[in-house]
């Protein structure tokens, strides 16, 4: 008989796991039997012996002929879905940033677990709110980095994407480099940056689907020529052009 | 997990697996048990299974003699009522 440790969520998920199959049975059973019982709650008492690794407290059942066992009591009750709404996080949506997920060091995401921060909007909250997030956790948790971190981590969920680029003359009938794609500009607190070999042209226009840059020489789209545009800090493209015949 | 453990839940239906009006034929008196609660002694066995997921496994005492050296007794609480509540269990 193996004696596994554990710690203490897992053993509670696995309860949870037992009496929600519990009820499930009991569930099934009560299509022919109208009148039967449910469980209400639960309630366990454990002779443990606890250890801590100094990150976290594992525990291991007491076995026959141990003595000095710690006692540890799990109560577990039941509760509506009304209850769990009321008193839960809503679940993390798909675009929800994790901090899990995104390049930071094992210590600094320990300590933001500690104060509950588990993805990149619980931080917004904690901003929204003014708190001082490097007084609230232990010291060492740089704000900025980890906001520019879970930013890049975001961008490179949604990475922009150039569709088309085309040369027109704009209304001032100068003219002018369209770039259409998708999630182009979406920082409205950047405005694009765009050199044409190597130069500063000037971004007249910028959205999520368009960018518009006049063009100085449109002669020089003769030959292939060299756009990079910078979105947002963290969105860098790179972007060869040549004008060729119509299709 | 040992063959003489069981998971929990199989525990717990069998024992909440009650007939709810006790009686003595059809003429004679009845009685309706609204809520059980049962308290009992119980060895674990916690075991991962290959996905590495927890298996609780339990079991009453196996045991009726007291041995010179004995099973680490945990103890359990269940708590059942009957569903749907009704005063009239008929």
Redesign the interface.
């Given at each position: 008989m193996q004696n596994e440790s554990w710690h203490l969520e897992d053993f509670v998920d696995s309860l949870v796991v037992e009496l929600d199959k519990t009820r499930e049975t009991l569930a099934v059973k009560a299509l022919n039997k109208p009148l039967s019982y449910t469980v209400r709650d639960l309630s366990l008492d454990l002779n443990i012996f606890p250890a801590y690794d100094g990150d976290q407290v594992s525990f291991t059942t007491a076995q026959a002929g141990q003595e000095g066992a710690s006692k540890v009591t799990i109560q577990l009750g039941t509760i509506t879905d009304q209850q769990v709404r009321a008193t839960s996080k809503a679940p993390a949506g798909k675009d929800e940033v994790k901090i899990d997920t995104i390049d930071v060091d094992k210590a600094t995401k320990k300590k933001l677990r500690k104060i509950g921060v588990t993805s990149a909007d619980d931080l917004k909250t904690i901003e929204r709110k003014n708190v001082d997030i490097e007084q609230a956790g232990d010291a060492g948790i740089d704000y900025n980095s980890l906001a520019n971190k879970i930013e890049k981590s975001r961008r490179a969920r949604q990475p922009p994407v150039v569709k088309s680029a085309s040369l027109i003359a704009d209304a001032e009938a100068r003219p002018c480099l369209v770039i259409k794609g998708e999630k182009l500009a979406v920082n409205p607190k950047f405005p694009p940056v765009a050199l044409i070999d190597g130069l500063l042209a000037d971004v007249t226009s910028s959205s999520a689907g368009e960018l518009r840059i006049r063009v100085d020489n449109p002669a020089s789209f003769a030959t292939a020529t060299e756009l990079v545009m910078m979105v947002d800090p963290f969105a860098v493209m790179r972007v060869n052009l040549q004008q060729g015949a119509a299709p | 997990m040992?063959e003489a453990f069981r998971?929990?839940?199989e525990t717990?239906?069998e024992l909440?697996?009650?007939s709810?009006?006790v009686g003595d034929g059809p003429f004679a008196q009845r009685v309706s048990m609204t809520?059980?609660e049962i308290e009992l002694p119980l060895e674990?066995?916690?075991?991962?299974d290959a996905a590495g997921?927890?298996?609780?496994g339990i079991t009453p005492p196996l045991y009726m003699l007291k041995t010179s050296?004995?099973?680490?007794?945990?103890?359990?609480?269940?708590?059942?009522?009957?569903?749907?509540e009704?005063n009239d269990?008929e």
């Open positions: - | 040992d998971h929990l839940r717990i239906v909440v697996n009650q709810p009006v809520a059980i674990l066995d916690i075991t991962r997921a927890l298996a609780v050296v004995l099973p680490s007794f945990h103890h359990m609480r269940v708590r059942a009522s009957l569903h749907p009704t269990a």
